[in-house]
């Protein structure tokens, strides 16, 4: 079992920029492939970004030039630093642990409010 704790929400006005992060229990935290996953009322939950290393990631279209996502796997924690910040970002994030090879995470956090309003 993997615990996930995500943290770093808030109220941000657009243009703003928010970090949130997220911590997995587990002495294999390096294999995982963390992804953060936002979701709004109504719609699915979407794919934002994933990292397993610096050089295998990806973003989705709408947040690319804007959102970095990186890990530190001494920390057991992954990273989403979110600049320019703009209202159709608002959702819910949640950060998901995913096995190599799987389609979709095995875990999940219990997701952090992100609003983005002036």
């Known amino acids: 079992q993997v615990q996930v704790v995500e943290s770093g929400g808030g109220l941000v006005q657009p243009g703003g920029s928010l970090r949130l992060s997220c911590v997995a229990s587990?002495?294999?935290?390096?294999?995982?492939?963390m992804g953060w996953y936002r979701q709004v009322p109504g719609k699915q939950r979407e794919l934002v970004a994933s990292i397993l290393h610096r050089t295998a990631l990806t973003y989705a279209d709408s947040v690319k030039g804007r959102f970095t996502i990186s890990r530190d796997n001494a920390k057991n924690t992954a990273y989403l630093q979110m600049n320019n910040l703009k209202p159709e970002d608002t959702a819910v994030y949640y950060c998901g642990v995913k096995f190599q090879g799987s389609a979709e995470p095995s875990y999940w956090g219990q997701g952090t409010q992100v609003t983005v309003s002036s």
């Open positions: 587990g002495n294999r935290f390096s294999m995982y492939v």
